[in-house]
């Protein structure tokens, strides 16, 4: 793992396609997530979790967390998971600069994608995201693939919608699972640690603020 800009003063990188998570990467969601989660495990099991108690609902699939907390009819209970974040949906905010970048990115001609862990609904009923959301060609949601990431799946869909190759192809998350999932579809991987800081997990590139995306 090396710095971006090490790559960049030697290297003319050629990607034509960049590939963003959402959560956590595009939007600023996690205030929003957890309290959702809170309320929702409050109704279904009666226990309230602390905020550090949920960090692992972060970034996975919500039908995935409702198995990992034992719920029963896990996809009926991500039903009342998506009703109450309804309520929440005033507390997600687009991080510092991404709009800016977004739009420069699409000026430039790069081809934009989303590969994320929402729903379709998810995705559609997000007021912050719709700012940008008519900046990329394609969207590959959990619904999309038979396996999630971090399975190469969605990156995989995205290949077979719009013909893009792994060597010019640049996936952009702050999750272990972004990480393995451009691992297992052999594309490059940039980590986003505007939203939780440096961590320890695998990638190309480590990118400190939105517009260090610019600098590829």
């Known amino acids: 793992q090396l710095n971006f800009l090490e790559y960049t003063k030697n290297i003319d990188m050629k990607y034509k396609h960049i590939l963003f998570d959402i959560d956590g990467t595009l939007v600023d969601n996690e205030c929003a997530v957890i309290n959702t989660w809170q309320q929702t495990i409050q109704e279904l099991l009666d226990r309230h979790y602390e905020t550090n108690e949920l960090n692992f609902v972060l970034g996975i699939p919500g039908v995935t967390t409702m198995q990992k907390l034992g719920i029963e009819n896990p ?19 687009l991080f510092d600069g991404i709009e800016e970048v977004i739009s420069e990115l699409k000026q430039k001609h790069y081809k934009l994608g989303l590969i994320t ?57 702050d999750a272990a699972y972004d990480s393995q999932c451009a691992a297992n579809s052999h594309v490059d991987f940039a980590l986003a640690t505007w939203s939780n800081g440096k961590k320890k997990i695998p990638c190309k590139y480590e990118l400190e603020k939105p517009s260090d995306i610019l600098e590829l």
Not at 147 to 157: E, M, Q, R, T, Y
């Open 75 to 93: 996809e009926e209970a991500f039903e009342l998971w998506s009703k109450h974040f309804q309520e929440h949906r005033n507390e997600i905010t």
């Open 117 to 173: 862990s929402r729903t379709r609904d998810e995705l559609n009923n997000d007021d912050a995201l719709c700012k940008i959301f008519h900046f990329f060609d394609v969207a590959i949601c959990v619904t999309d693939t038979v396996n999630p990431k971090p399975s190469a799946d969605p990156i995989l869909a995205y290949f077979e919608r719009t013909g893009a190759k792994p060597s010019e192809t640049l996936y952009i998350g």
